[in-house]
Nanobody
Framework: QVQLVESGGGLVQAGGSLRLSCAAS????????MDWYRQTPGKQRELVAA???????NYADSVKGRFTISRGNAKNTVYLQMNSLKPEDTAVYYC????????????????WGQGTQVTVSS
């Protein structure tokens, strides 16, 4: 059983910063990549930022230059540093672990966290 727990969301004024954290736990042998998605009511979940096990990163155009994704030393954690926040960044942010290999599964699976709310006031 793999669990992803996000933290760090909250309410911030436009121009402010927040740092989201996501920690994966369970009988994990390796994780290929970890991503951050966000979703607002009535819209599809969209990819915000992604990082591979090798450290390669990818960002949505709307957050380039403002957000930074990184992985912790334990490799089962991922962070999203969000600077210069805008009201349009308001959403529920989800952590996604891609290609998770565990001691109990024969195939690699993907897992989602429960989400953390980020609200940016104007």
């Amino acid at each position: 059983q793999v669990q992803l727990v996000e933290s760090g969301g909250g309410l911030v004024q436009a121009g402010g910063s927040l740092r989201l954290s996501c920690a994966a736990s369970g009988s994990i042998l390796s994780i290929n990549g970890m991503d951050w998605y966000r979703q607002t009511p009535g819209k599809q979940r969209e990819l915000v930022a992604a990082i591979t096990s090798g450290g390669s990163t990818n960002y949505a155009d709307s957050v380039k230059g403002r957000f930074t994704i990184s992985r912790g030393n334990a490799k089962n954690t991922v962070y999203l540093q969000m600077n210069s926040l805008k009201p349009e960044d308001t959403a529920v942010y989800y952590c996604n672990a891609v290609g998770v290999k565990t001691t109990t599964t024969r195939i690699n699976l993907n897992y989602w966290g429960q989400g953390t709310q980020v609200t940016v006031s104007s």
